[in-house]
């Protein structure tokens, strides 16, 4: 039979994979513990991380161990040394009260996507939930993308739902709903405004594209007097 080590390596950045190949004649005869297999553990940069709520940050951000918090995920997505730009996928399993800051430069693209597809209505059964306090998702930097994921119950001076700033994109694609969020004009907003701008999505300066089945739906926004 063969025996494998459990002490693979445990860092949550990299994925692992066993790698088997035969060893040469020489490398038998000059370790006989060699039973005609080398096993070795090999490296894989980790692309994607799920999380639950219910999940656990000690966990590795896997399907099975998900993290209980989005921004725990975002903080395990380094940022490219310009090498190589990377693609990585946040799975969102459930409904999170948790609203989202992203500040991404040197990353290809961040995807939040929902983990368990639509319902019959074709409604997202995954979401990211302001429960009419803070906006769900605010985009500072990066290139993101979102679908089969609804961004609801948030309220902000600038952008109920979704706050895109000057330099990011934001694309809504297949499956993303936007919907029952509320613009509120009681303060000043991020771009020196009094708000009440844009109940679903605000977009200062920066750069918003609707793919598919997206829509921006059933929000509302407050117009200042001022």
């Known amino acids: 039979g063969l025996g494998l080590a459990s002490d693979m390596p445990s860092d949550q950045s990299n994925a692992y994979s066993l790698e088997i190949s035969s060893p040469s004649h020489e490398q038998v005869k000059e370790n006989e513990r060699y039973q005609g297999l080398q096993v070795r553990a090999v490296a894989h940069k980790n692309t994607k991380y799920w999380v639950k709520a219910g999940g656990s940050n000690n ?60 319902d019959n209505n074709g409604e997202p059964k995954d979401a990211i939930v302001g429960n009419d306090g803070p906006r769900p998702l605010t985009v500072n930097s990066g290139n993101i993308r979102i679908n089969n994921l609804k961004l609801t119950g948030g309220k902000s ?45 605000f977009v200062d300066g920066g750069k918003l594209y609707m793919r598919g089945t997206a829509r921006i739906c059933n929000n509302t926004a407050g117009l200042a007097s001022e």
């Not at 966990?59 to 190589?84: L, T």
């Open 59 to 118: 966990g590795n951000g896997s399907e099975q161990q998900p993290f209980n918090s989005i921004v725990k995920a975002i903080r395990m997505i380094p940022e490219s040394n310009g090498d190589e730009k990377m693609t990585y996928t946040i799975m969102i399993d459930g409904q999170l009260e948790e609203p989202t800051t992203i500040n991404f430069e040197n990353v290809k693209q961040i995807t939040l996507c929902g983990a368990s597809g639509l």
């Open 157 to 201: 001076t600038e952008g109920g739902g979704i706050y895109v700033k000057d330099g990011a994109t934001v694309t809504l694609d297949d499956g993303a709903v936007v919907s029952n969020n509320h613009g509120d004009k009681s303060e000043l907003g991020q771009s020196g405004k009094y708000g009440g701008l844009g109940g679903g999505v």
